[in-house]
């Protein structure tokens, strides 16, 4: 039986104990299997080379309206390089050593028996049962040609009920769920088995339930010992694989903390009262991270609004302001005068945002966000969770030659609409009337599994916050479309799946960046989750970008840029170019050096997911009605086909990619349905 990737959207599913358990077998087969194929893959990853030369530009274009403003607002930063050598995304996971995400398996039955307890008000309608001339229904005719089992229809006589047409609305209204009281009690037993494998360890430290059912487990006294200047020193390690010995030396336990994450993990697995038990993972933001060898300056030129810099938001072809690799929201916000609504939210689940960016401080597009980095060393600002999204900088060790503060969140939320559009200074983002609701949940050293998912759950409205009184604190913008720019080298961990499911089963539309590994997607997270709308990064020649992911995950192409090129021939790198802080700038009219600027360019499919999230929006201005699948549906309409050349690249450089035949070498990197292209879009 194929299982799809969409299918989750539109199938009905019956809560019962039995399909329960037969989807989780179902779904530990195929982790078991990804597992398999994403170990043979590991080993290859390692030795892998990025080899592009940038082609010779013919000169930099000065516009006129440039002159009309000052150096300290056109200052922007990131200049085209000749350095080949850009470095990928990392290639080694890490986790929070000692922190445990886990959910039991009967907060589930609990859920199903709630479910069935209360049912949803449906209208009955009759449902046909024709034979056609082998006797079978028209149902099972077509289910038996995908060789799928075909489930029994029901006779003419009897009443089958269907869902009732909920609009996106509608559906973001209901989000808000009670705990029910029994789901505390599953959580009090799982605890108290948590402590009782603890005692066996030698182990000590706390436990903390949430209202969505995951519990998040933190081992050892002191959770955020930072070691000075080597960023979160052994609060965060890499990732190695480690089995429980048989005879278990507590010594051993405590002076070993990454076996000890390990033997707690697979006593609780073997406990069997856990739907999963996994690592905390530490997610990354998804810049291509540049060379660190700086070219010689370049003059560029863009104009004081700095429209004239973002390609990406150009129509597509070859004429005066086009460009080959345009997402076509110019033609969209000409053609149909929508520029965005501000019944339309957009989360952006990240770093957070600088707020004292000055084409966001002005603003109209910020909602009230929230900072869900439990962690006060990661979080960098003084304290745990709280009602400040605001980005204080995620510099992990300042050690590191050229490592800086990467101010990522504002960079992503620049192009879906953070920035003041239309004003007369900095960028233009892709919507121009939204709401952007920052959440918090990367900091210093990236950012932990569990904030992450609580992340995503707050921002669609569908579990609380708590504020330092312990008073709920819920989204009052519950997201229509959840914005994640964020990656990990692992298949996706079952309780981000759950997350994002949750999330999607309220209405809302999840956006992600694919990766920057040249990997295939599946094997990246959450660009490889279900229920997704997974973006590889393009160029500004519509090309995929050579640090970008790919296979059959990925649903769509869109710009991401590519600082080592310069296509167009502007005498600017085609990276994007969007609100961010930054350090080594300079006057694109005169070269000159500047110290600091608030614009710059950057690569990744950071860059590509947001030019997705900001095109929904769009769509969802103009469909106030639709529902998150429709949505989805539109915008996988507004595609340009890519030719395979366009998405083919040496085999040696990208493992996992498909070879083409009769070809000297050369692989197919799958790169989705097409380039996101929003002039295919009717009136």
């Not at 990392?90 to 009967?106: L, Q």
Request: a negative charge; one cysteine or more; aromatic letters at 4%.
């Amino acid at each position: 039986m194929t299982v799809k990737k969409k299918s989750f959207r539109t199938a009905l599913i019956a809560a019962t104990g039995l399909i329960l358990m037969a989807g989780a077998l179902a779904a530990c087969e195929d982790q078991d299997e990804r597992k398999t194929r994403f170990g043979e893959l590991f080993d290859d990853v390692v030795d892998q080379v990025t080899g592009q030369e940038a082609p010779v530009a013919d000169g930099p274009v000065m516009p006129a309206r440039l002159e009309r403003a000052v150096p300290a607002e056109r200052a922007i930063a990131g200049r085209l390089s000749e350095d080949a050598r850009a470095q990928i995304a990392n290639e080694r996971r890490r986790i929070a050593v000692g922190s445990i995400v886990a959910k039991p398996v009967a907060v589930d039955r609990v859920q199903a028996i709630a479910d069935i307890e209360e049912p949803q008000a449906l209208e009955p309608v009759i449902v046909p049962a024709p034979a056609d001339e082998d006797g079978l229904g028209e149902a099972e005719a077509a289910d038996g040609a995908d060789g799928v089992e075909a489930a029994p229809l029901p006779s003419p006589s009897v009443q089958a009920p269907v869902p009732p047409a909920i609009t996106r609305n509608t559906m973001k209204s209901q989000r808000r769920i009670e705990t029910a009281p029994q789901i505390r009690e599953v959580q009090l037993d799982a605890q108290s088995t948590m402590f009782s494998e603890m005692d066996k360890l030698g182990l000590s430290g706390s436990v903390a339930a949430n209202d969505s059912g995951m519990m998040v487990i933190d081992l050892f006294a002191d959770p955020t010992q930072l070691v000075e200047g080597d960023g979160l020193g052994p609060r965060i390690a890499e990732d190695v694989d480690l089995h429980c010995p048989d005879t278990i030396d507590k010594e051993t336990m405590n002076n070993n903390k990454v076996l000890a994450t390990s033997c707690m993990i697979d006593l609780l697995r073997a406990s069997g009262e856990f739907e999963y038990v996994e690592k905390d993972f530490i997610f990354d933001h998804q810049f291509a991270r540049r060379p660190v060898n700086a070219p010689a300056p370049v003059a560029f030129g863009p104009d004081d609004t700095l429209w004239d810099l973002q390609w990406n938001f150009r129509n597509n072809g070859n004429g005066p302001l086009q460009s080959k690799g345009g997402s076509g929201f110019a033609d969209f916000w000409s053609r149909t005068g929508i520029t965005g609504s501000t019944d339309v939210t957009v989360a952006v689940v990240d770093t957070g945002l600088v707020m004292s960016h000055p084409d966001i401080a002005n603003s109209p597009n910020i909602a009230p966000g929230w900072d869900m980095v439990s962690d006060p060393e990661m979080g960098n600002d003084g304290d745990g969770r709280d009602n400040d999204p605001n980005d204080p900088g995620d510099l992990c060790n300042p050690n590191v030659p050229f490592a800086r503060d990467s101010f990522h969140g504002t960079h992503v939320a620049g192009t879906i609409g953070a920035a003041a559009s239309n004003n007369s200074a900095g960028i233009a983002g892709g919507a121009w009337t939204v709401k952007i609701v920052p959440v918090r949940a990367l900091g210093k050293c990236g950012g932990r599994l569990s904030d992450i998912i609580e992340a995503i759950r707050w921002a669609g409205g569908t579990v609380p916050a708590e504020d330092a009184l312990g008073n709920e604190v819920w989204n009052e913008n519950p997201a229509d479309i959840i914005n994640l720019s964020i990656g990990l080298f692992e298949i996706c961990p079952a309780s981000l799946q759950d997350a994002i499911d949750s999330v999607v089963e309220r209405g809302a539309v999840v956006v992600s960046a694919a990766g920057n590994a040249r990997l295939p997607a599946e094997f990246y997270a959450p660009g490889g989750c279900n229920n997704v709308i997974s973006v590889a990064a393009s160029d500004g020649r519509g090309h995929i970008a050579p640090y970008s992911n790919f296979g059959p995950e990925v649903d769509l192409l869109a710009p991401g840029g590519d600082l080592l090129r310069d296509d167009d021939g502007d005498g600017r790198p085609d990276g994007i170019l969007s609100t961010k802080p930054s350090e080594d700038c300079y006057d694109p009219l005169t070269g000159d050096a500047i110290d600091s600027c608030n614009y710059a360019y950057e690569q990744g499919t950071s860059m590509a997911a947001p030019h997705a999230s900001a095109a929904l929006a769009l769509l969802a201005a103009q469909n106030p009605d639709f529902t998150g699948a429709q949505l989805e549906a539109t915008l996988m309409s507004a595609l340009t086909p890519r030719e395979t050349d366009q998405c083919s690249a040496p085999c040696a450089q990208y493992p996992g990619a498909t070879p083409i035949p009769d070809s000297d070498g050369m692989c197919v990197r799958t790169c989705g349905a097409g380039l996101l292209n929003l002039e295919k879009l009717p009136n």
